[in-house]
């Protein structure tokens, strides 16, 4: 298989509304590689979210091209290509954490046998192992946030894509969730895609920043991360990380987002 | 423990108003037969009087409590002038209806809430059917049904389903379409089928719906087994005892079945609610 994940081209998505129709995406042409860590940053409206579902089949793009590992979005969601993190949890009330993990895998016909192995993996994976057995209103917003992670993760995705996942969380739990993250991205060396409002936060997870602009939703800027790899939390103080910010935040008022 | 003093004290204002009322509402007739028997009354006689007449315009608490405590405790259950036996009689009705009805509202909701179709189809006719008087026609129904062979428990249940059957149907596909946009695009990003969404969210999720909207259901139910007591005379139920009490004045007969029947609501409601307390705690979603 080549190293294209998301292939993106010319793709625009208009939605017709009561109030007239609203330009979402416009010639939107992004290329993702296997392993990459992408951030896509931009004021609300800009079509971030838009972009995700379109790459998740679930919303129909109007216009252009755009395949996920070589194949239509509905092949590659039938293919199990990705998991979807959403902005809330979204677990079950009535099942345990495990049962909500449990939860996939039942839908997609995975073995039973496989199952109690694979929860025990992804619940490693995202440090809440011994929560099996608990209710999700038994753990806190953080750790619910972590569990869909986990579920998004059990049934072997090669893409996880991220809509504001840490959005709702304090600051503090948001930094040590995006350390275990990109633990987990070293680990296991998935593809991600990363929708965020935070400047730092794109920065410091991202080999990849999308700067996007609304009205009509579009790309002004695709920047390349030159971090290592190994990025202690203090880089954050780094000239290199500081500079990378600065080119976000230009592209952000460039496109007059902002103002 | 902090609430039993206010629980006390509204009991005892609403008893002791409730005496009040039994002075002024059974007072003339007191007052009637003392002027045809030439005696005057004093205040403390009329009083006495007004809370133990045999037939009183509105009879006394205690009165009610000692007529209940007859028929229900100093008889047999076998016995037609028993309360219990009564009860019975209704309640057998009630749980059929009821059966009916929330086996019907549940499948209902399910097909309104899979087929758009059925959605604009069927629900305005659901609403159509409770607009109808059903204390008028219910007569009607059970003399319909009597001609073409149906009659006593089944007609009743009807009754009792038609009227169940709504809070059921209302509440089950408020309860089935509760998921929100989200679950529904996360089931969608796994493939799953709409048996799965079916099965794995919705059910699950509208239970809490179905248990508040069954507690209203079995009340009704009740009722409407009472309606359809009302026209098939004297066949027994707290129906027929509230008519015969009426044809006969006797007051004391219709208030120890309203309270019977209001006995036997509060159990069904108290019992669903057990349930739904057990159901949903083995679904890890009590609160
Ligand atoms: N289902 C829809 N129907 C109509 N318009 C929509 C729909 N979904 C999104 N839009 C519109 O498309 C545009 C892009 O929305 P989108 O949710 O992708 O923005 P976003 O970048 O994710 O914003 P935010 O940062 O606030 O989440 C917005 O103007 C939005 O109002
Ligand atoms: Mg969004």
Redesign the pocket.
């Given at each position: 298989m080549s190293s294209q994940v998301i292939q993106a081209r010319g793709l625009d998505l208009t939605?017709r509304?009561a109030d007239g129709p609203?330009h979402?995406l416009k010639d939107v042409n992004l290329s993702v590689q296997r392993g990459d860590f992408v951030s896509f940053i931009?004021?609300?409206?800009?079509?971030?979210?838009?972009?995700l579902?379109v790459v998740a089949d679930l919303?129909q793009p109007t216009g252009g091209e755009i395949t996920v590992n070589g194949m239509s979005p509905a092949e590659a969601r039938r293919a199990r290509a990705y998991g979807y993190v959403f902005q809330a949890a979204g677990l079950y009330p009535w099942r345990t954490i495990g049962g909500n993990i449990r939860l996939p895998l039942e839908i997609m016909g995975i073995p039973r046998a496989e199952h109690a192995a694979r929860v025990a993996r992804v619940l490693e994976l995202v440090e809440l192992t011994g929560f099996e057995k608990k209710y999700p209103w038994q753990l806190s917003g953080g750790m619910q946030q972590r569990a869909s992670i986990a579920r998004a993760l059990s049934f072997d995705a090669d893409i996880l894509l991220m809509?504001?996942p840490f959005g709702a969380l304090d600051e503090i739990v948001r930094d040590k969730l995006n350390e275990e993250l990109l633990g987990l991205w070293r680990r296991t060396g998935k593809t991600i895609g990363f929708?965020t409002?935070s400047i730092p936060e794109a920065v410091y997870l991202s080999t990849k920043i999308v700067v996007?602009s609304?009205?009509p939703?579009r790309i002004i800027d695709v920047i390349e991360s030159d971090l290592p790899a190994e990025r202690p939390l203090d880089i954050r103080e780094s000239p290199e990380f500081l500079a990378l910010a600065r080119r976000v935040r230009d592209g952000l008022r460039a496109g007059h987002g902002y103002d | 423990m902090k609430c039993v003093v206010p629980v006390l004290t509204v009991l005892v204002v609403f008893v002791a108003l409730w005496y009040a009322f039994a002075v002024v509402l059974n007072a003339p007739w007191a007052r009637d037969r003392a002027e045809r028997a030439g005696t005057e009354l004093s205040f403390t006689a009329l009083v006495a009087d007004t809370w133990a007449q045999e037939k009183p315009l509105l009879p006394a608490p205690h009165q009610i409590a000692a007529e209940v405590w007859h028929t229900t405790a100093e008889m047999r259950i076998t016995s037609k002038r028993s309360l219990v036996w009564h009860a019975w009689v209704t309640l057998s009705a009630t749980f059929a209806g009821f059966a009916m009805g929330a086996a019907l509202g549940i499948l209902l909701a399910v097909g309104i809430v899979h087929s758009r179709v059925m959605d604009l189809s069927v629900m305005p006719w659901i609403i159509a059917s409770q607009t109808v008087p059903i204390l008028a026609v219910a007569p009607m129904i059970i003399v319909v049904l009597y001609n073409i062979g149906v009659q006593g428990l089944v007609a009743k249940a009807a009754i009792s389903a038609y009227l169940s059957f709504f809070p059921v149907v209302v509440g089950m596909v408020k309860g089935l379409r509760s998921p929100d946009r989200m679950q529904l695009d996360q089931l969608h990003t796994w493939s799953a089928s709409r048996t799965q969404v079916f099965g794995k969210l919705r059910l699950p999720a509208s239970m809490p719906y179905l248990f508040t909207s069954l507690k209203v259901a079995v009340a009704i139910a009740l009722v409407g087994a009472i309606i359809g007591e009302l026209p098939t005379g004297a066949q027994g139920g707290f129906g027929s005892r509230m008519l015969s009490g009426s044809y006969y004045g006797q007051t004391l007969i219709i208030w120890s079945a309203l309270v019977g029947a209001a006995v036997c609501a509060g159990a069904l409601v108290g019992l669903i609610g057990l349930v739904q307390r057990l159901v949903l705690k083995r679904m890890g979603m009590a609160t």
């Open positions: 939605f509304t609203v979402a931009g004021p609300s409206g800009c079509g971030k979210t838009t972009f579902r919303e809509d504001e929708v409002h996007m609304p009205r939703g | -």
